[in-house]
């Protein structure tokens, strides 16, 4: 009986050995949980210039344009015309505009969104936590997520007004 049990033991033995480093491949090499064309977008928990905390739940049901920014990041500052501008046009469809500032302290930040006039929902991101979880580098990073809270597409550098426009619209027009 006990000659019987020890094949039996070592199949088991391998198969968690076999799981085991299949676990940790692919935590190492593919599962960095950065969000992917069609994946899930990761929520966050970041502090609103409004003084509020909040998250991408929020949002649930809407288009949204997750814009990562900086404000020392001269293509940063060149697109965020064309962010207010997609914004005012599109938020009456449901569209949100949600600008993440990446590292600096909330002085800074409201002192560039008086200067460039805008009025989108912008949050600060001092920890750099919502960095980490998308992935971002460099700056700009912009998100495009579907009312499901998929990401849509990523866009990585400057936006301009026209492949904005053509990416929400893709977001609002299915």
Not at 57 to 80: H, I, Q, R, T
Not at 96 to 112: A, K, L, R, Y
Request: hydrophobic share 40%; aromatic share 8%; proline share 5%.
């Amino acid at each position: 009986m006990g000659r019987a049990r020890k094949p039996v033991q070592i199949i088991i033995l391998f198969v968690i050995i076999l799981l085991g480093g299949y676990a940790i491949s692919s935590s190492v090499f593919g599962g960095d949980g950065k969000p992917r064309e069609g994946g899930k977008a990761p929520s966050f928990e970041l502090l609103g210039l409004d003084g509020l905390t909040h998250t991408l739940d929020e949002y649930k049901g809407k288009s949204v344009v997750l814009n990562f920014w900086g404000s020392w990041c001269a293509p940063c500052v060149k697109e965020m015309p064309a962010l207010q501008a997609q914004w005012e046009k599109w938020k009456e469809q449901g569209v949100v505009v949600v600008g993440i500032n990446v590292g600096e302290d909330q002085m800074t930040v409201e002192n560039f969104v008086k200067q460039v006039d805008i009025n989108f929902p912008v949050v600060m991101d001092t920890g750099r936590d919502a960095v980490r979880s998308y992935g971002v580098s460099p700056l700009p990073t912009t998100f495009f997520i579907n009312t499901k809270g998929r990401v849509d597409s990523i866009h990585i550098g400057q936006l301009d007004l026209s492949t904005l426009d053509d990416q929400i619209r893709k977001l609002v027009e299915p």
